[in-house]
């Protein structure tokens, strides 16, 4: 499968982005999807996961409330729309798939099989 983020920008504190992730070659009905971020010197971030339904998402501490996951199986996609963003929130974001179905908390400490190239999401202060 191979995926494609697509969304990201530079825009101020306190404001908005929805970062897009479409798929090829395979349907993601099937696939946990994530975002995962990595700021320059840090190491990459488990952001937010969602289960093949839908009926089950995860998020990392620093983005609860702010940060909502989705997906459309139909469509083939996933998306993070990004509420009050901080200037911490800068990053390059990657989308990510796995077929194997673990539990959502596992993504948090382990990569996915699939990874899409990153979108810069850069907020100013």
């Known amino acids: 499968v191979q995926l494609q983020a697509s969304g990201g920008g530079l825009v101020q504190a306190g404001g908005s982005l929805r970062l897009s992730c479409a798929a090829s070659?395979?349907?993601?009905?099937?696939?946990?999807l994530g975002w995962f971020r990595q700021a320059p010197g840090k190491e990459r971030e488990g952001v937010s996961f969602?289960?093949?339904?839908?009926?089950?998402?995860y998020y990392t501490d620093s983005v609860k409330g702010r940060f909502t996951i989705s997906r459309d199986n139909a469509k083939n996609t996933v998306l993070l729309q990004m509420n009050s963003l901080k200037p911490e929130d800068t990053a390059v974001y990657y989308c990510?798939?796995?077929?194997?179905?673990?539990?959502?908390?596992?993504?948090?400490?382990?990569?996915?099989?699939?990874w899409g190239k990153g979108t810069q999401v850069t907020v100013s202060s």
């Open positions: 990510a798939a796995d077929p194997k179905l673990r539990p959502l908390n596992y993504y948090s400490n382990y990569a996915m099989d699939y």
């Open positions: 070659g395979d349907t993601l009905g099937s696939y946990v």
């Open positions: 969602i289960s093949t339904t839908g009926s089950g998402t």
